[in-house]
């Protein structure tokens, strides 16, 4: 063999090596990337969120929500009581924190907040009849393609949203008029949504509702169920006010918590979470001598542990200071979230409010060992 053709033979092996090492790599990356995502998908867009909050009458909630602010009582509120009351109607079962499989954690936050939200609405009589769960993978993929600001009609596969897409879409105030909203957990013409798909998360992240005609209609359909208002929230005043009229938060921030609640329910701030969650409560200091306080419900099943206030408090949930919430919320891409007008509700507390036994709520050393071994996994 010639001089020469060892050198072709040797460059040719040296590009083959080269391609396997790069596909070897891009498969690390990309397990990597997804058991990162597959707890989070929190991507910022300050551009994006600006250019929609520009897009509203209002924008802020201390505006859009005068009302709400000015006659906020500062009362003690858990509307997670009312998701609880409906999902028992509707399923014949208590009301618990959901598991996301992918980084999708925007459309996680957001659906709590809207499902809360329309639970309270048909507390108050405002609903005729109990809602169903809120189906996250629509939300998802409006929130990565019409949503976004520009719109895309292809986002890739690359896992992750903000808050302001997510409220574009949510709120159907997209470019085109006539897709974005709420689909719920049930059968749609060629779409089983009645339970979780991670996979089907994934494809139509990618595309609207999966692309096509069947993914057009299914963004129309959701057109038929949107938010009323959307309001960037940037304090915890704001968001209390909010949570105490029955107007959930979904919070977008980059701010980690601990996985051990303390002896009042709260989690100490820890680390970096790039993430998207659900303020769906609030407490006073003055109301029961402690610390004031929003309940954030995560998205990652019974993730954590510890004492819990009050004894209904759901599992995967958190108390968070007044002082992390006002950090959280400093990211400004955290909305209130509301099915009717902004106004001041005095809501129903009637006896339907009784706190659960703490033993009905607390979950077994063994599930919660299951529950933190997969989400290491």
Same mark, same amino acid.
């Given at each position: 063999?010639?001089?020469?053709?060892?050198?072709?033979?040797?460059?040719?092996?040296?590009?083959?090596?080269?391609?396997?090492?790069?596909? %070897?790599?891009?498969?690390?990356?990309?397990?990597?990337?997804?058991?990162?995502?597959?707890?989070?998908?929190?991507?910022?867009?300050?551009? $994006?969120?600006?250019?929609?909050?520009?897009?509203?009458?209002?924008?802020?909630?201390?505006?859009?929500?005068?009302?709400?602010?000015? =006659?906020?009582?500062? =009362?003690?509120?858990?509307?997670?009581?009312?998701?609880?009351?409906?999902?028992?109607?509707?399923?014949?079962?208590?009301?618990?924190?959901?598991?996301?499989?992918?980084?999708?954690?925007?459309?996680?936050?957001?659906?709590?907040?809207?499902?809360?939200?329309?639970?309270?609405?048909?507390?108050?009589?405002?609903?005729?009849?109990?809602? =169903?769960?809120?189906?996250?993978?629509?939300?998802?993929?409006?929130?990565?393609?019409?949503?976004?600001?520009?719109?895309?009609?292809?986002?890739?596969?690359?896992?992750?949203?903000?808050?302001?897409?997510?409220?574009?879409?949510?709120?159907?105030?997209?470019?085109?008029?006539?897709?974005?909203?709420?689909?719920?957990?049930?059968?749609?013409?060629?779409?089983?949504?009645?339970?979780?798909?991670?996979?089907?998360?994934?494809?139509?992240?990618?595309?609207?509702?999966?692309?096509?005609?069947?993914?057009?209609?299914?963004? =129309?359909?959701?057109?038929?169920?949107?938010?009323?208002?959307?309001?960037?929230?940037?304090?915890?005043?704001?968001?209390?006010?909010?949570?105490?009229? $029955?107007?959930?938060?979904?919070?977008?921030?980059?701010?980690?918590?601990?996985?051990?609640?303390?002896?009042?329910?709260?989690?100490?701030?820890?680390?970096?979470?790039?993430?998207?969650?659900?303020?769906?409560?609030?407490?006073?200091?003055?109301?029961?001598?402690?610390?004031?306080?929003?309940?954030?419900?995560?998205?990652?099943?019974?993730?954590?542990?510890?004492?819990?206030?009050?004894?209904?408090?759901?599992?995967?949930?958190?108390?968070?200071?007044?002082?992390?919430?006002?950090?959280?919320?400093?990211?400004?891409?955290?909305?209130?979230?509301?099915?009717?007008?902004?106004?001041?509700?005095? %809501?129903?507390?009637?006896?339907?409010?009784?706190?659960?036994?703490?033993?009905?709520?607390?979950?077994?050393?063994?599930?919660?060992?299951?529950?933190?071994?997969?989400?290491?996994?």
């Amino acid at each position: 063999m010639s001089r020469a053709d060892r050198w072709s033979l040797s460059a040719v092996s040296f590009v083959v090596v080269m391609a396997i090492l790069g596909v %070897l790599v891009e498969r690390a990356t990309r397990r990597t990337a997804d058991a990162i995502d597959a707890r989070f998908g929190y991507t910022p867009d300050p551009v $994006g969120t600006r250019q929609f909050l520009a897009e509203l009458d209002q924008p802020l909630f201390s505006d859009a929500g005068k009302d709400v602010m000015q =006659k906020a009582q500062q =009362k003690d509120t858990f509307l997670y009581r009312h998701a609880d009351r409906a999902h028992r109607e509707v399923y014949g079962k208590p009301f618990g924190p959901w598991k996301q499989g992918i980084g999708d954690c925007v459309s996680f936050g957001w659906s709590m907040g809207s499902y809360v939200g329309q639970c309270v609405d048909w507390a108050e009589g405002e609903l005729p009849e109990p809602p =169903k769960l809120v189906a996250t993978e629509a939300i998802y993929s409006g929130s990565r393609t019409a949503g976004r600001l520009p719109p895309v009609s292809q986002a890739g596969y690359s896992d992750g949203s903000y808050g302001g897409a997510a409220a574009r879409w949510v709120a159907g105030k997209c470019k085109d008029p006539s897709v974005g909203g709420i689909l719920f957990r049930q059968q749609y013409p060629g779409a089983d949504l009645t339970t979780y798909n991670p996979s089907r998360a994934k494809e139509w992240g990618n595309l609207l509702c999966g692309g096509g005609q069947v993914g057009l209609a299914l963004a =129309k359909l959701a057109n038929k169920h949107t938010a009323k208002n959307v309001a960037l929230v940037r304090t915890f005043d704001e968001a209390a006010a909010s949570i105490e009229s $029955g107007y959930p938060v979904p919070v977008c921030s980059g701010v980690g918590f601990s996985s051990q609640r303390d002896a009042d329910g709260f989690a100490p701030r820890s680390g970096s979470w790039a993430h998207c969650m659900c303020f769906i409560g609030v407490r006073y200091a003055k109301n029961e001598g402690k610390r004031d306080g929003l309940l954030c419900i995560n998205s990652w099943g019974v993730f954590n542990a510890g004492p819990k206030w009050p004894a209904d408090q759901p599992d995967g949930s958190f108390w968070v200071s007044r002082e992390t919430v006002d950090a959280m919320l400093s990211g400004q891409d955290s909305f209130s979230i509301s099915g009717v007008n902004f106004r001041y509700r005095n %809501l129903d507390h009637g006896n339907w409010l009784q706190p659960v036994p703490p033993e009905a709520r607390t979950p077994s050393p063994a599930r919660l060992i299951a529950d933190t071994f997969h989400l290491a996994q």
